[in-house]
């Protein structure tokens, strides 16, 4: 499968989300997408896309989309995280984790993310994030 257009490396890397090499990632105005096609190390016993890898990488791309409306800022924190899943994604899918912000204020930002397994709604997701001030960014660690 070839990646879409625009998609590149994700630049962010973790422990966390290093088993799920390569994830992808394609900034937009107001947004910075996430991506990547579902093989082995993201699929339960049964073949489906894991919930909790759904889920992780929502999360992930929520906040770095708040991010993109916040300037100098010590860190995001989520402090809410629902998931509503609607269908699942198969081994070899695209899956896209394509986030919107809600709400930006000074130290709450609200996001929601549509997640699709080659363009079929799996997962919706919402989240609240604390914003942490750049002086405070102790607390973020």
Not at 36 to 61: E, K, M, P, Q, W
Request: proline share 4%; hydrophobic share 40%; glycine share 8%.
């Amino acid at each position: 499968m070839s990646i879409p257009e625009g998609f590149e490396p994700h630049f962010r890397k973790s422990g966390f989300t290093n088993p799920w090499e390569p994830l992808y990632s394609r900034r937009l105005e107001d947004r910075l997408q996430m991506g990547l096609v579902a093989d082995d190390a993201h699929c339960n016993s049964r073949g489906f896309v894991h919930g909790g890898l759904i889920t992780a990488l929502a999360d992930n791309a929520m906040g770095l989309s708040c991010a993109v409306h916040l300037e100098d800022i010590g860190g995001l924190v989520t402090v809410n995280l629902v998931t509503d899943f609607v269908s699942s994604g198969q081994k070899g899918a695209w899956l896209l984790f394509n986030p919107e912000v809600v709400k930006v204020g000074r130290s709450l930002c609200f996001a929601q993310c549509l997640v699709t397994a080659d363009e079929k709604p799996i997962a919706r997701t919402s989240a609240t994030f604390n914003v942490i001030a750049a002086k405070d960014k102790r607390r973020a660690a």
